[in-house]
């Protein structure tokens, strides 16, 4: 079901607010772009699998349970690293940008004297209105 003009008015705002009081939460609950795959990243991986299910092909004709074991775990390694995106983007371990407050990580108290707390009263003002209009209670 779409939302109304007005609803999706409201909630741009309350994303507005949200990125104004706590940047960090809200990139945390942003969406993410997908990684691209490496084909270079790939191919290193199948690589692996195949040379992996040779060994261990090689392990069953010898009495080797321990190189099937190795190998086993080559393979497994192989499909990981084929199927995971490289990680330590700078953007996931940025720590130092906090919006330019004092390192706390708990919520903000609302700010009365620039008006930011207003939004919050005035949700609460609506809300206690519409229960006071709703024919059913």
Not at 63 to 85: C, D, E, H, K, R
Not at 86 to 99: F, K, L, N, Q, V
């Amino acid at each position: 079901m779409p939302l109304s003009e007005h609803e999706q008015k409201m909630l741009d705002e309350m994303e507005r607010q949200l990125f104004a009081d706590d940047p960090r939460l809200a990139r945390a609950f942003a969406p993410k772009t997908t990684p691209r795959r490496n084909g270079r990243r790939i191919l290193i991986g199948l690589g692996a699998v195949v040379v992996g299910l040779g060994v261990l092909v090689l392990a069953v004709s010898l009495p080797a349970v321990w190189l099937g074991v190795i190998a086993f775990i080559g393979m497994l390694a192989g499909a990981v690293y084929a199927i995971t995106a490289p990680g330590g983007t700078s953007e996931d371990t940025d720590s130092t940008d906090d919006g330019g407050r004092g390192g706390g990580s708990g919520p903000s108290a609302p700010r009365g004297d620039d008006g930011s707390g207003s939004f919050m009263r005035k949700m609460e003002e609506r809300w206690e209105k519409r229960a006071g209009d709703d024919p059913r209670l």
